[in-house]
């Protein structure tokens, strides 16, 4: 081959092969002999980026843990139980005295709290009686609401004998508007007046006059007992004669089926 041929063969290589690569310059500052890592730009600023992320995360987390703390506390509260006072305290806040009038009344021979006899005694604080029969100063007593028989018959002098003071039940509370007969005369009046009530009252005919009838006459009837016959008399002392024997419904103790039990028994 000519020397020509080959001449333009070696200018069409060098146009179409690659120029060979330029070495880069070693920099002339490098920290590789003092034995540090050489850090780029780039690494250096995202290194710098991850403690600021840390400290974003540690305060919102801290924030929730602060909510969440509150929240339970909250829930806590809520969930105490609340101290309630106990009877045993309640009933230690108004003791009855052991000498009182009152400290062995049974609940049953008490009125009502809100009849008409309770307001009345609480209202008035005495009770007025009759004391009559053998009885040393017979008359009108005054007495302290809650008084018993045997204190009315001592405001009246005292029994004119032993028999003639245990004819009458001495522990008995007084009701305001009674009559205490005492010994012998009082069981010759009580027996003239149940006479009297008899004919007046119509009891003849085998009923008993609930505006006039006496303890021992309520006692009579079937299912009337001391204690029921004694709120009978009180509410009628209260509350003048009855006006219908409906009313009987009134009182504590006489409900529907006892009453229908007594109508054809009782007139007024």
Avoid: C
Avoid at 15 to 21: G, I, K, N
Avoid at 190 to 204: E, K, P, R, V, Y
């Amino acid at each position: 081959m000519s020397t020509t041929k080959l001449t333009r063969l070696a200018q069409v290589a060098e146009q179409w092969l690659p120029a060979s690569p330029v070495a880069k310059p070693t920099p002339t500052h490098s920290l590789a002999p003092l034995g540090l890592p050489l850090v780029m730009p780039e690494q250096a600023t995202h290194e710098r980026k991850i403690p600021a992320m840390d400290r974003r995360s540690w305060r919102l987390l801290a924030v929730f843990a602060g909510v969440a703390m509150l929240f339970l506390g909250w829930l806590w509260m809520q969930g105490r139980p609340q101290p309630v006072a106990s009877v045993s305290d309640v009933g230690a806040a108004a003791p009855l005295a052991s000498g009182s009038p009152t400290s062995n009344i049974a609940v049953s021979d008490l009125p009502a709290s809100g009849s008409p006899v309770a307001r009345s005694l609480n209202a008035a604080g005495e009770v007025v009686v009759h004391v009559a029969g053998d009885v040393r100063k017979p008359g009108l007593l005054h007495l302290p609401a809650g008084s018993r028989v045997a204190e009315a018959i001592s405001a009246a002098g005292g029994a004119l004998n032993s028999k003639a003071e245990s004819s009458v039940n001495l522990a008995r509370l007084l009701v305001d508007g009674e009559q205490v007969m005492v010994g012998v005369r009082a069981q010759q009046v009580s027996t003239s007046q149940q006479q009297g009530d008899a004919q007046g009252s119509g009891t003849s005919t085998g009923k008993v006059s609930v505006n006039s009838a006496n303890q021992q006459q309520l006692e009579t009837l079937p299912g009337v007992g001391p204690s029921l016959a004694q709120r009978i008399l009180e509410y009628r002392a209260a509350n003048g004669s009855f006006r219908s024997v409906d009313e009987l419904d009134e009182v504590s103790g006489i409900g529907p089926a006892t009453l229908t039990r007594l109508r054809s028994l009782i007139q007024l």
